[in-house]
């Protein structure tokens, strides 16, 4: 018999019988539940001797009808929650999905430099493997977290497979109006290990603050549901490390949206570009350039060429690299590689289209082989070679290309500055991997199109304005089919430019832009 059956039976009362054969008594004589003869009350045996009436007692009496055995048992614990904090005070609840007591309340508040701890046990009875919940912290998502009872349980902290996980807090960041992102946040360390609960609550560091206004804006993006939106903060949210589940979430959006065809923007088929990109639409109005100066004739802005700055414009550029009607052959080869690309690569920006290829890298590389499976090798080597060209003529390396498609009049390219480092403020949903440049050139095959450059004295330029009324200086200078204009850093700085909206009817233009880096 093994322990708990004794147990058991040794807190039986036996001076009262738990399951016993009565003997009854009818008309006809008495009679008794078990074999054997009855004789005045009394069972006679085989050797016909009359036997007292007794009580029986079996093992499977004292399991029917034991009584309820109190245990004083302590509740065993399921884990200890210790929090400490560094840099700022919080409170911190637990929220479990099956009942868990403490005999400290639910939560505790931390003060700076202190540390606390909660016991949480688990009620007797209590059925399942684990024990699931989420710990709330001020400021803080909710985080997940699971106990295991049994070895077929599991235990996590912030996700399944989580022994470790760092929660991180900031103050919202209106990414969208161009706001500054928050400079400070919040990080709670926690370890679930040995039945220990670890919250570490500090300040947190400058690449952290990063990485969580970077996840709010791809679930910004994820809840709008915007193809464009969505595509450009999953590439930021990749250069800053966003946890692997939030990547994850976001790509599984996009292919649902790919399915639903929502990737190809209007303007952007097949049938469009076929139709709008065409050598034969190509328009080259007769025009003069344009310099309108700052009415104040002493003012920097009007200056033609500060000190360090650098542009030109070179005519024929396009055909002294590669050869006479360069320009055109050029021209429907991209044409070409577009059409017969994945739908997807070209897709809407700033006021014009770009080509690229279909995940939007940017860079030389991508874009040849995006050139060489749609079977224009003979594109990708023009693209070379004029890349190879701008290296040796302006100096530092091609770091990134963008092809932009102006399909017609109405196609325009917003005044910019481009971004040469991280200092610079691009679009919220720019996704280029900023490096220190030394200048763009630039490339125009098509119609004749108007460029625009402007004199600043914002806060970036080293230009500083003749007064409150400072109007600065705007120059519209024309690019045609084949020419080149290259700008240096220094005048990328104080000025910008831009591809305004033409007054007249316009035909196709693709422009190739090549940002050098700094060697």
């Known amino acids: 018999m093994d322990a ?32 054997g003869q009855l004789k005045d009350g009394r069972r006679v045996g085989k050797s016909n001797e009359l036997q007292a009436p007794r009580t029986a007692i079996t093992v499977a009496s004292l399991l029917l009808n034991a009584p309820s ?29 099956t009942e868990v007591a403490s005999s400290s309340g639910s939560e505790v508040t931390c003060e700076v430099g202190s540390t606390e701890q909660i016991v949480y046990t688990l009620p007797l009875g ?69 039945g220990v609960l670890s919250l570490q609550l500090r300040a947190a560091t400058a690449a952290e603050v990063k990485r969580c206004c970077q996840q709010q804006a791809l679930q910004d993006a994820h809840d709008t549901g915007d193809y464009d939106e969505l595509h450009a903060q999953l590439t930021k949210a990749r250069l800053a490390s966003v946890d692997l589940e939030h990547l994850e979430k976001a790509e599984e959006k996009l292919k649902v949206m ?75 080869a991209l044409v070409e590689a577009a059409l017969a690309s994945e739908e997807g690569s070209v897709w809407p920006a700033g006021g014009k289209l770009i080509f690229s290829a279909f995940d939007r890298n940017q860079s030389v590389n991508a874009l040849v082989r995006t050139l060489e499976s749609a079977n224009q090798k003979k594109c990708a080597q023009m693209m070379l070679k004029l890349a190879q060209t701008s290296e ?31 200092k610079q403020r691009a679009g919220p949903n720019c996704a280029c991997s900023f490096k220190e440049c030394v200048g763009t050139v630039c490339y125009s095959l098509g119609s004749s199109r108007l460029c625009r450059l402007c004199s600043m004295v914002d806060s970036f330029s080293n ?18 089919s084949g020419d080149a204009m290259f700008f240096n850093a220094k005048w990328n700085q104080n000025h910008t430019h831009g591809i305004p909206k033409m007054p007249d009817e316009a035909g196709p233009r693709i422009s190739v832009a090549f940002l050098l880096g700094a060697s």
């Open 392 to 422: 040796a003529t302006y100096g530092g390396f091609v770091s990134a290309v963008q092809v932009n498609f102006h399909c017609n009049g109405e196609s325009f390219h917003d005044q910019h500055r481009d971004v040469y480092s991280a």
């Open 4 to 35: 708990v059956l004794k147990g058991q039976l040794a807190t039986v009362p036996l001076q009262k019988p738990l399951l016993q054969h009565t003997v009854l008594r009818g008309r006809s004589g008495s009679f008794s539940s078990l074999p």
């Open 258 to 332: 790919r399915k639903q065809r929502m990737h190809v923007a209007a303007g952007c088929s097949k049938d469009e570009l076929r139709r709008q990109m065409s050598w034969d639409l190509i328009t080259r109005p007769s025009g003069t350039d344009t310099d309108r100066p700052c009415p104040v004739a002493d003012c920097p802005c009007n200056e033609t060429c500060n000190p360090g700055e650098v542009l030109s414009i070179i005519s024929g550029a396009v055909e002294s690299c590669l050869g006479s009607g360069a320009d055109r052959i050029l021209f429907d």
């Open 126 to 194: 209590v059925q399942g493997n684990q024990t699931e919940g989420k710990l709330l912290i001020d400021s803080f998502s909710a985080i997940p977290f699971s106990v295991a009872h049994s070895k077929a349980g599991s235990t996590f902290i912030g996700g399944p497979g989580r022994w470790r996980y760092t929660a991180l807090s900031a103050t919202r960041w209106e990414w969208r109006q161009g706001a500054d992102r928050p400079s400070e946040g919040r990080a709670a360390d926690l370890e679930l290990s040995g």
């Open 69 to 97: 055995v109190s245990c004083s048992c302590p509740a065993p614990v399921l884990f200890r929650l210790r929090v400490s904090c560094q840099s700022f005070s919080t409170r911190v609840q637990v929220q479990a999905v």
């Open 463 to 480: 230009l500083k304005p003749c007064g409150d009324q400072c109007q600065g200086r705007e120059e519209n200078r024309w690019l045609q």
